[in-house]
């Protein structure tokens, strides 16, 4: 866990018995937790019904980890469920670069921006490497450079 305070809670290598522990105190649809650690997972910004969050919002996004996994273990959701007063932000990896602000909005833009940064990177190695073979396939006819 890295922050627990009364109004933010930024929650990373989150297990079951939180999820649960989340939706029991801040009356949530227990459906948003589908597939916390998964792909599949959809990307959503909907209003969520509860009685404890007054105006509450949900935002599941996906951050990118770099590991040279199949895409679909790199992909990682990230929960986002907040109000005017209550901020939670989970998921079931590592947010080590995420650090609470001073407010929940720019907590959260923080968590959105740090996101965009893995993708990038992410995208930046990805056409590296495509250049890289398209200079090979340019210069040889070898079946493996082409079929890379």
């Not at 990177?121 to 073979?133: F, P, R």
């Amino acid at each position: 866990m890295l922050t627990n305070s009364q109004n933010i809670i930024l929650k990373d290598q989150l297990p079951q018995n939180d999820i649960d522990h989340l939706i029991k105190k801040w009356d949530l649809d227990p459906t948003i937790f589908t597939y916390p650690n998964s792909s599949i997972e959809v990307a959503r910004f909907i209003p969520i019904d509860s009685n404890k969050l007054k105006n509450g919002h949900l935002l599941v996004s996906f951050d990118l980890l770099s590991n040279d996994l199949p895409i679909e273990q790199e992909l990682i959701p990230i929960f986002t469920i907040f109000d005017q007063n209550h901020l939670f932000i989970g998921t079931t990896r590592s947010l080590s670069e995420l650090k609470p602000q001073e407010n929940i909005i720019e907590t959260i833009f923080q968590s959105l921006c740090i996101q965009i940064k893995h993708l990038h990177a992410e995208l930046v190695t990805i056409k590296q490497k495509i250049d890289h073979l398209d200079q090979a396939a340019r210069r040889t006819t070898k079946t493996k450079e082409l079929k890379k």
